[in-house]
Each structure stands twice: as structure tokens, then as C-alpha cells.
């Protein structure tokens, strides 16, 4: 069946998850399982459950004593009855076989029992979704119906789907994949189940692809009992049911954390190794990771995610950080490793991190604990309880926020060859002391190693053997699709709204100048906050598409002395508006002339980069480093 995803067999997807060779023993262990529930299973024509005409065999169960209640019935009704009494007939079974082998000690094999429980949620939606109302849902056991704690969710349709899967169901099942990407942190894929009509699909999502395997009809399209047709239901009977003995860890999960327990414990492999294995516990102690609360965020159904939480460690508020990246990029902690033993300045301290999988599916789960560094800037420069509300006020912090940003990314770019690649206000953050770092460096990219110092050049290499990665930089002609996110930029690698104009229009090489735009954005977005309501229409920061962005702040910052109002800016200090004026000209003027224009046609044209203009703002160790920069780009 056409679906835009790969399509494969059930066989096809359990050889791709390591399963298929657990699932032929189980089925070869097993060889009557389900073969009366399949013979006795009803006929769903013109979109109506009926009897047949069954021939009865000499197997038994205690469901035969409950007659079903869906014969008769019409439409999806019919089919999402049926479905919730098998289940119901299938772990009956299972236990009346598992009792007699212990009753008669027979060489029977006993069959793993199912390890979740299912849910109606056809009238009612799922706690913590976006209003879902799937059909069912399995859980875990002990849980509470949240989607925290969903398994695996099943849509109904009363209709087969014989050649393509809807794009509206498509829709609603890919809804219901982020929901749980966003809502579990240890997930490696999602499976959905997709009933339409007497057939069962299975879809499952990873971060960089999903799969659609038919796995079959689970009762008759005819009236009458044929062979051929009670030997392909008991088939599809027996493929569900192993799926839902599966243990969280074996089938969508890392690990077997299929919550959030209130402790996390990770410990490395070896002393020399940063793979790391991670257990869960109730009691809290120093050596551990007590959780406090899940920051939500927005969550892409494709490419990079990052789960962040508030924690307790060692007497301190932390943050936890889960993140899913390409194995083609460079670890986070190994760029913080980098920053830190280079001298880089205003970064966050890193208490500890490792990786808990190097590779599914193309992609790394990584962890890191980090300092609590204090709140968004945009946060930061509201005026505090008892702060005087002067305009000087708001002068100072924009210079140290400036100032700080400025010097980290200097330093991270000359001393290491590293870009961050990701400035948005959510990534710049300041402490009640005034303290502002630079955090979440997921997408930061190493330079080739040409211009480092030997010092700098063997702490790449020492790293890069400690953490296993390459230590030369990535480049779009040598590395995999997965890899081309981290070279065009779009909105899955970086918040649209603080790109660069030749980002925007499309240019696949930045540098240092670049970053130092962004900054100017998320700082003019950030005072514009607090003078705006939330929705109104800023021209400067209002997004159509990537072109038509561009277009419209070169058209904003043509205005020499007037192009604040356009970004929402028209309070604040004279200090405070000569610092932006400066910023503006270092980015957007050469030797007196408005460059932004030359930047659509090619946005690859030399800018100014004039350190002297910021002179005044920041200190002299970034002034040095600032000149040695010059709009270096990578290509």
C-alpha cells in the first residue's frame, strides 16, 4: 500500500527493529496459537460483521462462552468492537493455554503473556495530547492513561485502504507520533496501528524515516469458512499479539524507562569510554538525577530533538538534557569538552554527559547534566521587584548581553574553529547575578582544523578519539543525506526568525558575521517584548517564507536612524539606541555604503566587519579576536 513512507513487510520491519529472529522462534514455538479464534472469526463485507459458517474444531476456550456482540454491526462501530473483544479472546486464550500446561506439566510451551492494557478512546481524548482522540491505546502496565504512558496507539477506519493510505489519516497518525516524541524522552521509534476496515497496518516513525508494513486482514472478506483464509487471520492474530509481548526496551525504547521515574542514575561502561547505561530509581541521593519538571518545547516529527528538564543534582538546580542527533554530527558534549578546555568564556558548566545509543536508525541519543544558567534575555531585561524602570537599566544588561555573546562566540570560532550555528533567544540566557551564557551548541559545527594552533589541533584530536567522532569538519559532498540538514539551513536547524540575511536567501556557508546578525535579532526581538503585546504585528518579524523575510528587514534596515520603529523598538536610552545603531552599521555598512542589497544577489558579498564601530561596548581581548576574524565563512 502507497504511503509515502518506505513500504515493507511485517518480517521486512521486525529484521530492521533486531526482532525477526525473536519472532520466528516465538511463532515456531507456538503453532496452534489462535487457530479456533481465527476459524471462528467473523466476515466483514459491505462494511457489516456477520457469522460464518465455521467448522469447528476440537479447541476450546472460556470465550466461547461469551457470545460477541459486534455480529451485526455496521461501519467503523463494527470494526472497532471486534477489535477490542479479540483482544480480549487472545489474552483469554493465552491464559487458558498457559494453566493447562501447568495442570498437565506438558511440553507445551507457555506463551508470554501480553504486556499492556488497552483503552477506549473513542469518546474521550488522551491526557497530555494535543485533544487526540485515537481509538485505543495500549498502555503500560501501572500507568495512568496519559500519553506519557501510551505503547502503542491504533486508529480505526470503517473502510479498507487498498491502495494508499488517506492523507487526512496520515495526518492523524503522524499527530499522534509527535505527540509521543514529545511526550517520552526515551523513544527510539514510534509504531502506530492503522485498522481499516478488516485490515491491520503497521506504521512506524524513526527520526529520519517511517515504514509501512501490511500486516494482514484479521477476519474474513467473504461469507463461509475457507482454509486459506483462517490460516492468513490466525497469521495476523499471532504478528499482533507478539508485538504486545514485547518489553518496552525491545520495541520503541532505549532503554526500559518508558517513564519518567523520579530518579535517573547514569554510569559509564569503562573508565575510558563516554558510553554511558542509565537506571531508574525512587530514592534520591547526590550520585543521582532527581527530576523536577519536563520544559516543554516545540518537537519536529523529523531530524534533531532535545528533550530538556529541570532536575536536582548534588544539592543543585540543574538541567538534564536528552537529545537525538544525525551520528554524522558532533556530540554536544564533545563541543562543550572543546569550549571549555580552550578557555572559552560564558558557556555553561557541564556536570556531566555521555552517549546512552550510538546509533538508531541513523541517529545518537546523548545526555548531558548543565548548569542552571537563569532565564531568557527576553525575561532578563524586564524590569526585576525593587530594579529602578529607567531606560539605563535596560542600557546595561543589552551592553553585557552584547558584550558576553560577542566574546564567546569569538573565542569559540578563533580558538577552536567552532561555529554555534543556533542563536535564538531561547539559547542566550542570564543570570539574576548578570551573568549571561550561550547554551545548547547541538548544532555547532567544527572547522577544518587549517588555522589552529598545535595546541588547539591536538585537544580536537584528543577529544574526537575520547567521544568517537571525526575530527575534520563536515561537508555537504562526503557525508550522507542525514548529514544535509547541518549545512542548509531552514527551519528544522535554526528559528527563522534570527537568520541571517544570506542564510534566508539561501547561502550554504556562514561564518562568525553571520552569527553576530543573529544576535542583533534576537536583542531587537527581546526589546521589542516589552514594549508590544503579544501578537501584534511587528514588520520586522513577521514571517511568510525565507525570501520574503529577507527582503523585507533589508528593507527595515535601509532606514539609517528609523529602522528600530520597524522592529518594534521606539523606547529606550540614547546609549541604548546608539549601541543597535552601531551593531546595524558593523553588520550592514561599508566604508559608508548600505550592503544588505548586494547580500540577496550574493550572499557570499565581504561585509564591513569593522570592530572598531563596537569599540566602546566591548572589551579588548574580543576587539583582538573580532579583527582576526574578518568574514571568515566555511564553503
Same mark, same amino acid.
Given at each position: ?13 521486525? /529484521? %530492521? ?7 520466528? +522462534?516465538?511463532? $515456531? !514455538?507456538?503453532?496452534?496459537? *489462535?487457530?479456533? #479464534? ?25 470465550? /466461547? %462462552? ?7 454491526? +455496521?461501519?467503523? $462501530? !463494527?470494526?472497532?468492537?471486534? *477489535?477490542?473483544? #479479540? ?549
Amino acid at each position: 500500500m502507497k504511503a509515502y513512507g518506505e513500504e515493507v513487510t511485517f518480517e521486512g520491519i521486525l /529484521d %530492521k527493529l533486531g526482532l525477526l529472529a525473536k519472532f520466528k +522462534t516465538f511463532d $515456531k !514455538a507456538n503453532p496452534d496459537l *489462535f487457530k479456533y #479464534l481465527a476459524a471462528s472469526a467473523p466476515a466483514y463485507v459491505d462494511r457489516k460483521m456477520s457469522s460464518t459458517k465455521v467448522a469447528k474444531t476440537n479447541t476450546r476456550t472460556s470465550t /466461547d %462462552k461469551v457470545a460477541p456482540t459486534y455480529i451485526g454491526m +455496521t461501519n467503523e $462501530k !463494527a470494526v472497532t468492537t471486534y *477489535f477490542s473483544e #479479540l483482544i480480549l479472546a487472545m489474552d483469554a486464550e493465552v491464559t487458558e493455554h498457559n494453566k493447562d500446561c501447568d495442570r498437565r506439566r506438558s511440553s507445551k510451551t507457555k506463551v508470554p503473556p501480553c504486556e499492556y492494557y488497552l483503552e477506549d478512546h473513542q469518546s474521550k481524548a488522551i491526557k497530555g495530547g494535543s485533544c487526540l482522540k485515537a481509538d485505543f491505546a495500549f498502555y503500560y502496565p501501572g500507568s495512568t492513561s496519559s500519553m506519557s504512558f501510551v505503547h502503542i496507539l491504533l486508529e480505526a477506519k470503517k473502510e479498507e485502504f487498498v491502495k494508499e493510505i488517506r492523507v487526512e489519516t496520515l495526518k492523524q497518525i503522524a499527530d499522534y507520533q509527535t505527540n509521543i516524541w514529545q511526550t517520552q524522552p526515551s523513544r527510539v521509534y514510534v509504531p502506530i496501528l492503522l485498522l481499516h476496515g478488516a485490515a491491520l497496518t503497521m506504521v512506524v516513525f524513526t527520526r529520519n524515516n517511517w515504514y509501512v508494513a501490511d500486516i494482514g486482514r484479521l477476519c474474513y472478506t467473504s461469507i463461509g469458512f475457507l482454509s486459506t483464509q483462517s490460516k492468513a487471520v490466525r497469521s495476523v492474530m499471532v504478528q499482533l499479539y507478539f508485538l504486545l509481548t514485547l518489553a518496552p526496551e525491545e520495541f520503541g525504547h532505549f532503554c526500559g524507562l518508558f517513564k519518567v521515574p523520579s530518579c535517573w542514575r547514569f554510569d559509564p561502561v569503562s573508565d575510558d569510554s563516554m558510553d554511558i547505561t542509565v537506571t531508574s530509581s525512587d530514592e534520591f541521593s547526590p550520585s543521582v538525577v532527581k527530576f523536577v519538571s519536563h520544559m516543554q518545547r516545540a518537537i519536529y516529527p523529523r531530524h534533531r530533538l532535545a528533550h530538556i528538564f529541570e532536575a536536582d543534582y548534588k544539592g543543585q538546580r540543574v538541567f538534564l538534557k536528552l537529545s537525538w542527533a544525525p551520528v554524522s554530527t558532533t556530540p554536544e558534549g564533545a563541543i562543550y569538552e572543546l569550549l571549555k578546555k580552550s578557555g572559552v568564556s560564558n558557556i555553561p558548566d557541564v556536570y556531566e554527559s555521555g552517549i546512552l545509543a550510538r546509533d538508531r536508525f541513523g541517529y545518537r541519543l546523548e545526555y548531558l547534566v548543565l548548569e542552571h544558567c537563569g532565564c531568557s534575555i527576553e525575561r532578563y531585561l524586564m524590569p526585576m521587584v525593587g530594579e529602578p524602570r529607567s531606560a539605563g537599566v535596560a542600557y546595561v544588561k543589552v551592553r553585557s548581553i552584547v558584550s558576553s555573546t560577542l566574546r564567546c562566540l569569538a573565542l569559540a570560532f578563533v580558538l577552536c574553529g567552532i561555529l554555534h550555528r543556533d542563536i535564538s533567544m531561547g539559547n542566550v540566557l542570564a543570570g539574576l547575578d548578570g551573568s549571561v551564557k550561550l547554551i545548547d551548541w547541538g548544532y555547532g559545527k567544527l572547522l577544518p582544523a587549517a588555522g589552529l594552533s598545535r595546541e588547539a589541533i591536538a585537544l580536537r584530536k584528543l577529544v574526537a578519539a575520547k567521544w568517537g567522532f571525526q575530527d575534520d569538519s563536515i561537508s555537504l559532498s562526503n557525508q550522507p543525506a542525514s548529514a544535509i540538514d547541518r549545512v542548509v539551513h531552514n527551519p528544522l536547524t535554526e528559528a527563522p526568525l534570527y537568520m541571517s540575511v544570506p542564510v534566508l536567501c539561501g547561502a550554504t556557508a556562514r561564518g562568525p558575521i553571520d552569527e553576530i546578525e543573529s544576535l542583533f535579532y534576537v536583542i531587537l526581538h527581546a526589546l521589542s517584548a516589552l514594549e508590544n503585546s503579544p501578537g501584534s504585528v511587528i514588520r520586522g518579524f513577521t514571517y511568510h517564507d525565507d525570501d520574503t523575510l529577507a527582503m523585507v528587514r533589508i528593507g527595515c534596515l535601509a532606514h539609517t536612524s528609523a529602522f528600530l520603529q520597524f522592529f518594534g523598538v521606539t523606547k529606550g536610552s540614547r546609549e541604548l539606541h546608539q549601541l543597535l545603531y552601531k551593531l546595524r552599521e558593523y553588520l550592514f555598512v561599508d566604508n559608508g555604503v548600505y550592503i544588505a542589497p548586494l547580500l540577496v544577489v550574493d550572499p557570499y558579498t565581504p561585509r564591513g566587519n569593522n570592530p572598531e564601530l563596537l569599540s566602546a561596548y566591548i572589551d579588548t581581548e574580543t576587539m583582538d579576536v573580532l579583527q582576526d576574524i574578518k568574514s571568515a565563512e566555511i564553503r
